[in-house]
């Protein structure tokens, strides 16, 4: 008989920015807000790569309880036998060495996107979990929202006939008078020592979009042609990336767009259009943006007279937190699958992740893109920079 108690799973967060902040703050939203009560949350400990009081401010911030951990070091963090789960919520720059600290220790791993830096550092660490018997997982959290899931039984019900092509786009529109972007060329976003550049952060998701409305429906999956263009910031990250993704056998091609001089969304009330526009024989299904976060789609059918169907998916709030982002539905599948003892999440594979990387990886090899060894190496190093905050 199955338990009427929900499946709780304890959390570790490595790093303490704004990303595993609202990560964080929809672990400890109440289930309930969003109909779930199998699977609940707890936050055990939090770790700073190098102070403890950043953890404690964090914890603090997030009002987590006041049983909390606080560590000033990764290694303390994967040491704690309380922890069933790593978040990795460090920059993609770190992920391959933090998640690896992780993996080494025997702990399971939610490590955000983009997965790695290199296509060879995504197959170590899944060798790795693999090998330790544990669960991983590309946290890309827009793949768990209910809209994604809705849009990709409408595809595989053939509400749209035989999907052909899909063009998505994540742009801002950060260009600046003085030739430059609003970014300080320290930031993440443009640093190559940090992996920084419009398609690691940004333009995954226009590809997430394309790998779950194509490839990821497949029943036999096809290695896709990547073609790509690119054009470079003044510090040699990517500041506009287009890629041609393309299905031969399957007569279908993606379009991903990124970029850090234009804006998807020009106005900040979806002027302009679908974010994402998925395009069938018989209709076209369009997600008005942003891709990582969408709230609306619309379903547009050949024979429909001008009729369009306009769903709205909003995100569920905790009312007595007043916060809910829509993170938490990852969270909930990593606790499902801890639960029924699988080690890897069938709405994103470990080998869809690895394509997904290849993809990058060539579409920045293509546009000359290069960025330092210390955060291409596949080579672990317990001791890297990159777990001890050490320079």
């Known amino acids: 008989m199955a338990s009427s108690s929900p499946f709780t799973v304890k959390w570790g967060i490595m790093a303490t920015g704004w990303i595993a902040e609202t990560f ?3 672990l400890l939203c109440n289930p309930a807000c969003r109909d779930v009560s199998d699977v609940r949350h707890e936050v055990v ?3 700073s790569s190098s102070n403890k009081q950043r953890a404690e401010e964090f914890i603090s911030k997030v009002k987590a309880p006041s049983s909390t951990k606080a560590y000033g ?9 309380d922890i069933d789960i790593v978040y990795v919520a460090t920059p993609h720059s770190h992920h391959f060495q933090n998640a690896m600290l992780a993996l080494e220790a025997g702990k399971n791993v939610l490590c955000e996107k983009a997965l790695t830096v290199t296509a060879s550092q995504s197959r170590k660490l899944i060798e790795t979990a693999k090998a330790k018997g544990v669960f991983f997982m590309e946290a890309v959290w827009t793949r768990y929202f209910p809209l994604s899931i809705k849009v990709r039984e409408l595809i595989k019900e053939g509400a749209i006939g035989t999907v052909y092509r899909v063009v998505a786009d994540l742009s801002l529109g950060n260009d600046a008078p003085d030739g430059k972007v609003t970014f300080a060329d320290s930031h993440r976003m443009v640093n190559p020592d940090l992996a920084g550049g419009a398609l690691l952060d940004l333009g995954i998701y226009s ?3 394309v790998f779950q409305t194509l ?3 497949q029943e036999e999956k096809e290695t896709p042609n990547v073609v790509a263009a690119i054009n470079k910031y003044h510090t040699g990250a990517d500041e506009t990336t287009s890629i041609i993704v393309q299905f031969p056998k399957h007569k279908s091609m993606g379009i991903a767009l990124t970029s850090l001089r234009v804006a998807t969304d020009v106005d900040g009330h979806k002027s302009s259009g679908p974010a994402i526009k998925i395009q069938g024989s018989e209709g076209e299904i369009h997600v008005m943006g942003p891709a990582y976060r969408p709230l609306q789609y619309k379903v547009i059918k050949k024979d429909s007279a001008g009729q369009v169907e306009v769903v709205d998916c909003p995100i569920p709030r905790d009312e ?5 982002q829509g993170m938490f539905w990852e969270a909930d ?5 801890l639960r029924d003892g699988k080690k890897e999440s069938a709405t994103l594979p470990w080998s869809e992740s690895i394509v997904i990387m290849e993809v990058m990886e060539e579409a920045l090899k293509q546009g000359g893109v290069q960025y330092p060894e210390l955060i291409t190496t596949d080579v672990y190093d317990a001791q890297s920079p990159l777990n001890t905050g050490k320079r």
Do not use: Q
């Open 45 to 47: 400990a939090v770790a």
């Open 207 to 209: 590809l997430t979009w």
């Open 333 to 337: 599948e990593c606790a499902r699958c």
């Open 215 to 217: 490839y990821h429906l």
């Open 24 to 26: 964080v703050k929809d």
């Open 73 to 81: 070091s990764y290694a303390e963090l994967v040491a704690d036998s």
């Open 320 to 324: 007595e937190r007043d916060f809910g």
